[in-house]
């Protein structure tokens, strides 16, 4: 069993920042991947940032420049540094692992979500 657990969402101000983490634990050979993704109330879920276990990243458009994913890859962390936040970033984020576990050849988990709230 893997477990995906996030931390650091928050209220913060337009143009201010927040650091979100996401720790990933359990039977786990290796993590290929790990990313963000946000929701919002009626809409799909969107991918936000993803980071490879060769530090390979990719972003959404909307983000790009003002948001950074990085990786400990010892720790099976990965970190989103979100700056010059927007009102429209508010949204509930998950934290995404993929790879391979003890007892099973591969796993795709989701953290339960942490709320980011930005205020204009």
């Known amino acids: 069993q893997v477990q995906v657990v996030e931390s650091g969402g928050g209220l913060a101000q337009a143009g201010g920042s927040l650091r979100l983490l996401c720790t990933a634990s359990g039977s786990i050979l290796s993590i290929n991947s790990m990313g963000w993704y946000r929701q919002v109330p009626g809409k799909q879920r969107e991918l936000v940032a993803t980071i490879t276990s060769g530090g390979s990243t990719t972003y959404t458009d909307s983000v790009k420049g003002r948001f950074t994913i990085s990786r400990d890859n010892a720790k099976n962390t990965v970190y989103l540094q979100m700056n010059s936040l927007k009102p429209e970033d508010t949204a509930v984020y998950y934290c995404?692992?993929?790879?391979?576990?003890?007892?099973?050849?591969?796993?795709?988990?989701w953290g339960q979500g942490t709320q980011v709230t930005i205020s204009s």
């Open positions: 995404n692992a993929k790879g391979s576990g003890t007892y099973t050849p591969s796993f795709d988990y």
